[in-house]
């Protein structure tokens, strides 16, 4: 399982991020480029919007159940992520670097 702190410290440790609270005290977005890559949940049930290629976001929905079409989000490319769920902690982790990297077109950590 993994922690919002967690959470938080990965996608602060990406080059360029910044962290803003555009919409309320609860949900702090993660941006690079001016662009977000991460919406963070911050009522439970703890999840994440991360960004994916339509096709992965499809297949990630398929494979596991914790992982439902983006919640407020574009369906085709965003993907809402339970964090109290059995998915790995180095999926999660991934998922979020592969959205960091979407967005980030700039240069690829």
């Not at 990406?14 to 005290?25: G, H």
């Not at 911050?42 to 079409?69: F, G, H, M, Q, T």
Request: glycine share 0%.
């Amino acid at each position: 399982m993994v922690n919002i702190e967690d959470i938080r410290n990965f996608c602060l440790s990406l080059p360029e991020v910044e962290e803003t609270f555009p919409f309320d005290e609860e949900t702090p977005i993660y941006k690079v480029q001016n662009k977000m890559f991460l919406l963070l949940n911050l009522d439970p049930p703890y999840s994440i919007n991360i960004k994916c290629e339509p096709e992965r976001a499809i297949d990630l929905r398929e494979r596991y159940e914790d992982v439902i079409p983006g919640y407020h989000m574009n369906k085709k490319h965003w993907n809402t992520v339970y964090l109290d769920s059995t998915i790995p902690r180095k999926d999660i982790f991934s998922w979020i670097e592969d959205s960091y990297n979407l967005v980030n077109k700039k240069k690829k950590r």
